[in-house]
């Protein structure tokens, strides 16, 4: 599917979806509240199938969080990058993807790890990187570390 | 006689073993905390960041310039490859292309350093297996390759050699000349290579049947590189997403079906002598012209997401550069193909033996520093 | 056969025997003096010789890997291997603070003591040997095998996981393999028809028994290579190190003098099963003779009896390099198929054949 047909076809399956196109993606942008139903969609329907997630990340925008999935389709070769804002960035919450596809659960760790956002019924959240006592979390914007030595 | 705890045999009689980080066969610093059942492997956690550098915060002071060659520390057996990734995603933001004759020489150098990286991989896998002499086989190619490094770039594994719009100076006059007989030398080699570690039946033993990964597996773990393909899924970034004029050249797509690790071994094997090919089309054909294109001195992208993915020897490398307008990268995120397939591995050793264990790491070419970033 | 050489290693031992018979008299202090004098011998040159492998190891590794090998330390880098005994006698010996002290102290020195023993009836040139115990090659099967509890004891006692694993391996695999060594021994004696190791050389002296044997005996000399790689633990056989699995194995905990000990028992094994394997199927210190060609039997007869056994031994233990520098290690289960599926049934039915062989008198 082209960028026009996927929009078209994720508005049918969301209708509260937005899109931004600056991009040389497709952006997807999700309120949190349905995202994991279109997610499981994204993967179980046949006309997205989008069965590779390359890519888990977060962004912290200082004021709120941004959750980025790029997905791609083996099959279709077709793919957009799903976003949600997560606001409250002290209790940054989001449903896990870890059941539709098993490479997010380490992604997912290690976003927990950096950023402190909480994947609610991931089978296994602890840090992955750092010690598990480790104070903060280092990706966020306003981190600050006593060791660290600005140049 | 209980010094450790109770961390030895778990409630249900099982055996917990920790690989690592000091171990023979984790290649460096990984830890695989492993539950055995006697000799079976029940289980297998990975713990990481042993040299967790956070290169992804580091970048995020650096410049557009700079941040490319922190990144020749990740998969440092791929240094060029990575430094590309980052110099491409620069110029996906800039808006350029790097001159024909960059784009030329950033395949034969990242066509090397893959040949050098499988290199690496084949003696590692023949020393990991307990036969040792592969080991000093692969580095007397290596270091014919190395060397050529040397002369063009000044550095010998993270060569730094990628700059936005092109290469960092133009190549050296012997490199063609050495090129080509480090790869002729290195064909006549490869039947050596064979001999020694193909058609071993102890090595045969060893890989067929062992670490089968299947490619519903392969895909929801996201696994790419010679280790997916081995399992029948396509996804060579330089076919499906052709960087750097990799369009222009010929070269197949190595896929096997069996997705054991005899079928990941044979994958790289073939991939060594498709790099072959292109080198062998591209060294007499490099275009005259200038090696960079006309870069401002500070870099600025535009505000926007940039998202550039290459093929490393051990999969897809995606740098996903966020720019607010500044000199430096708002956020860099590298998605780094040892941390996907790394992923895989409980599922690929779950049922087997320690020895398979050490086979499964061996050939999904495991590179710490690219997981831990 | 006459003897041709009046300068022999018997007939000097002899000569000291009977100067200290002359000088002392008393024929019980002379034979604890001879005693003494036989171990100091055996330790001086079981160390030497441990010396020499050390140093054919690494030049035949050099030599398969194309490198050079040791080259810096005295002639050829023959000193190299004094080095770094010296560098290993001054690392300090740690000794894990969980381990079972006695046992962990004990278990190189019944490595080495077990090695050690079994060079008693080993026939090092004509008419010299330490004891021609009268069941000789039974006494060889029974020693060899006691090493096995030190390997045990040193995993045990290490109180690490690796090392526990590794000496579990060990259990596993020197119980196999014993079976395929024994049974490969007993086709020699079946066709000698004595355990002693002086018959047995004697009675190759016209022919080995590797040529006289026909294929049965070819097959028994290569299950016994084979199954006495694995029991010495080297590679392709050597899981209960295994470097790359379990960092070492039983030996991950040792270090200093004690790991240098486990080295030193290896390099004894490696030379007694050689010496072994030489002695059964390759004529000991026989020397190479050839149908009727009595001009080229008489010039062999002038190499000395023990430069043969020296030669045949250093060829097999050539061999069993060559292996360990070539082919990758097993997995621990097709290390125990080898053994139960192959080797085992194989050298049962080969028993059958030799049997029928010395019955009939079919043999040369």
Sequence with gaps: MNKEELKSAITGILPEATFDESGELLNVIVPSSGFLQFMTNLMSKKEFDMNYLYCLTCIDWKDHFMMVYHLLSRNHKHEFVVKVKLENRDQAEIETVCGIWKTAELLEREVFDLFGVTFLHHPDLRRLFLDEDWPGFPLRKDYVDENMIEI | MSLLGEDIVTEDGLFVVNMGPQHPSTHGVLHLKVWLDGETIHKIEPHMGYIHRSIEKMSENLSYRNFIFATSRMDYLAAHINNEACALAVEKGLGIQATPRAKVIRILMGELTRLASHQLWWGCTGLDLGAVSPFFYAFRDREAINDIMEETCGARLTQNYVVPGGVMFDIHPNFQKRTKEAIANFKRNLTDYDKLLTGNVIFENRTKGVGILTKEDAISFGVTGPTARASGLSCDVRKWFPYSGYENVEFDEILATEGDCFARYMCRMAEMRQSVRIIEQLIDNIPEGDFQEKTKAVIKLPKGEFYQRVETPRGELGVFIVSDGAASPYRVKYRSPGFSNLSALSTMAKGGKIGDLVAIMATIDLVIPDIDR | ?364
């Design chain 3, 1 to 364: 056969m006459k003897t041709v050489l009046t300068i022999s290693l018997s007939s000097i031992a002899g000569h000291i025997h009977q100067w200290l018979e002359k000088a002392i008299g008393n024929p019980t202090i002379v034979y604890l003096i001879d005693m003494v004098l036989v171990a100091v011998c055996l330790l001086v040159f079981l160390v030497l010789l441990c010396f020499f492998l050390g140093w054919m190891e690494r030049k035949v590794a050099a030599f398969m890997q194309i490198r050079l090998g040791p080259n810096r330390v005295g002639p050829k880098g023959s000193m190299q291997i004094v080095a770094d005994t010296v560098k290993l006698l001054f690392k300090e010996g740690l000794t894990p603070a969980a381990s079972d002290k006695f046992l962990f102290h004990l278990a190189p020195m019944i490595v080495v003591i077990a090695s050690m023993m079994v060079c008693a009836p080993l026939a090092f040139a004509k008419d010299f040997q330490i004891f021609d115990i009268s069941i000789g090659v039974l006494y060889v099967s029974a020693v060899s095998s006691l090493g096995i509890i030190g390997i045990l004891m040193a995993g045990w006692s290490s109180y690490n996981k690796y090392s526990l694993l590794g000496a579990m391996r060990s259990g596993a695999q020197i119980v196999s393999y014993e079976l395929s060594i024994g049974l490969s021994l007993i086709s020699v004696v079946i066709m000698v028809g004595s355990l002693k190791m002086s018959d047995i050389v004697m009675s190759q002296s016209d022919g080995w028994w590797i040529w006289k044997g026909h294929i049965p005996m070819i097959i028994s000399f290569i299950i016994f290579v084979v199954a006495s790689t694995a029991e010495i633990n080297r590679a392709p056989f050597d899981l209960t190190e295994a470097e790359q699995e379990l960092t070492g194995g039983f030996h991950t905990e040792y270090s200093g003098m004690k790991f240098a000990m486990f080295l030193l028992s290896e390099y004894i094994n490696l030379f007694v099963v050689s010496a072994i394997a030489a002695t059964l199927f390759l004529g000991g210190w026989m020397p190479l003779h050839i149908g009727h060609l009595q001009s080229f039997n008489h010039i062999m007869d002038y190499i000395p009896s023990s430069i043969w056994f020296m030669g045949k031994t250093m060829f097999i233990i050539f061999i069993i390099m060559w292996f360990r520098w070539t082919f990758p290690r097993l997995r621990v289960d097709q290390l125990l198929n080898l053994e139960w599926k192959y080797l085992l049934p194989i050298s049962m039915v080969n028993i059958l054949l030799v049997t029928l062989m010395a019955i009939m008198g079919w043999h040369f």
